[in-house]
């Protein structure tokens, strides 16, 4: 945990050096965080939506995906520059010392400039509960850290493509930004093929819509808690024995 606080914190110095641009961005993302759900509103506003319980669940299902996405995206962030450190031959480095290179690379680097996406995540899902929401803050940010680390996951499989294939970088995009960009339509609204990529491959529907309804309407509560933890684990298995296989199949771009 000292290390990982000592490598954020390197990483957060050197961003909080140039205030004023840090200032700016934060500000620039925010807005652009907050864009969608403007447009999220406006398509609720004045329509049957409105009315009922899909308004609440909109906005609690694009707050929570919202937060989770940022937070893996701000402390994941060293899996976004892999590619850097794959093609530069950096990744030799982490070779060196005695930790495990997958901890290495994604404590590299920490994104503060995520904050902004998840304070609007966070007031999308104040506005959930303000029209009505019920669910615990415990259960939220329960279902909100299980899928942030999911995302993170997700982000290893991703990267480890990186090792053998510039592709990786379009398959982040699938997986990780996209899911977040639609992320406010409830998955059962989806046609296929999207339907099933957003349930079985990118597994949102395990991981919060599932355990939401089980939790809220369900004699079952604990499967809420159950369903999402278990996919959370299936999916950093996958994303770690990836990335380890592709580690050796490595070679460095150094002479």
């Not at 996406?117 to 966070?122: D, F, R, T």
Request: with cysteine.
């Amino acid at each position: 945990m000292k290390k990982t606080l000592m490598l954020y914190r390197a990483s957060l110095t050197g961003q909080i050096s140039y205030k004023k641009n840090m200032i700016l961005e934060l500000v620039i993302w925010f807005i652009y965080s907050i864009i969608p759900l403007i447009a999220v509103n406006l398509f609720l506003k004045g329509s049957v939506a409105s009315n009922n319980n899909v308004s609440m669940l909109v906005h609690f299902m694009y707050g929570s995906i919202l937060v989770a996405y940022n937070f893996a995206r701000m402390f994941a962030r060293g899996l976004d520059n892999y590619q850097q450190l794959l093609f530069s031959g950096d990744l030799d480095i982490y070779f060196t010392r005695p930790l495990s290179i997958i901890y290495q690379v994604i404590i590299s680097e920490i994104f503060i400039r995520r904050i902004s996406g998840i304070i609007v995540g966070i007031i999308s899902i104040l506005e959930s509960y303000r029209q009505g929401f019920e669910l615990s803050i415990i259960a939220t940010l329960y279902l909100i850290l299980i899928l942030g680390i999911t995302y993170i996951g997700l982000m290893l499989i991703a990267a480890s493509i990186l090792t053998i294939t510039t592709e990786g970088t379009m398959l982040a995009s699938i997986l990780v930004d996209s899911s977040a960009n639609i992320g406010f339509y409830p998955t059962t609204l989806l046609k296929n093929p999207a339907k099933f990529i957003y349930t079985f491959i990118v597994p949102i529907y395990f991981c919060l819509y599932l355990p939401v309804d089980l939790i809220r309407n369900s004699d079952i509560v604990f499967l809420g808690y159950i369903y999402p933890f278990f996919t959370m684990v299936l999916v950093n298995l996958m994303g770690i024995c990836m990335f380890n296989y592709m580690l050796l199949k490595y070679q460095s771009n150094n002479r």
